[in-house]
């Protein structure tokens, strides 16, 4: 099946800080949403980029499908930043293989 | 518009008995995914439901068993439950087969003890 990377495993910064997440698959995709889960375990989406690059105020993201890779940026971090990142992908069998996350710690 | 809604949110269970969660979608979403979620295995997939009707399943033993509703709420049921079924199960919801953005519930917390 599809293999998902994650890097770095984890990270951490100081408030106000930039950082760069990157998620590498190993085939082609159809789907691939970045989620930021919070401390009571549920998923938050950011984004559904399969292609392309999309922004959501501090956070933006791209997806370079031909290279087999997406990117998270999130800007001027903020301590409720904190948390862990997955990025998952769907090969076209409407199933998401799941990257083991990157966690990052946003101090004051 | 609400989201993907998950019961029990937390349950304690004992080796040997066996546990339903419950998952109901979105509204208008008729395709609902389970997914286990442990410290050492990370988010497996455990099964894909569209239109009643199982259209995927992870590699999970055959206690792990699910099934959808006519009104696409979904149930999963785990049989003589193990320590090792300790987890966080989530429950996703999408608009589509095949395609489409997932949306994840807050999750069922079971502890096997």
């Known amino acids: 099946g599809i293999q998902v990377e994650q890097s770095p495993p984890d990270l951490i910064l100081q408030e106000g800080a930039n950082s760069t997440l990157r998620c590498n698959f190993s085939d082609s995709v159809n789907n691939l949403q970045w989620f930021h889960q919070n401390p009571w375990g549920q998923l938050i989406n950011l984004f559904y980029?399969?292609?392309g690059t999309k922004q959501n105020g501090r956070l933006s993201a791209t997806t370079v499908a031909t290279e087999r890779y997406s990117l998270l940026y999130i800007s001027s971090s903020q301590t409720t930043d904190s948390g862990v990142y997955f990025c998952?992908?769907?090969?076209?069998?409407?199933?998401?293989?799941f990257g083991k996350g990157t966690m990052l710690l946003v101090s004051p | 518009k609400a989201g993907v809604t998950q019961t029990p949110r937390y349950l304690i269970k004992t080796r040997g008995q066996q546990v339903t969660l419950s998952c109901s979608p979105i509204s208008g979403h008729r395709s609902v995914s389970w997914y286990q979620q442990t410290p050492g295995q990370g988010l497996q997939f455990l099964f894909e439901?569209?239109?009643?009707?199982?259209?995927n399943k992870g590699n999970f033993p055959g206690r792990f068993s699910g099934r959808q509703f006519s009104n696409s709420r979904s149930e999963m049921n785990v049989s003589t439950l193990e320590l090792g079924d300790s987890a966080l199960y989530l429950c996703?919801?999408?608009?589509?087969?095949?395609?489409?953005?997932?949306?994840f519930g807050e999750g069922s917390r079971l502890t096997v003890l």
């Open positions: 996703a919801s999408r608009g589509k087969v095949n395609t489409g953005e997932l949306f």
């Open positions: 998952a992908v769907d090969s076209g069998y409407s199933t998401l293989t």
């Open positions: 439901y569209f239109s009643e009707t199982q259209r």
């Open positions: 980029i399969p292609s």
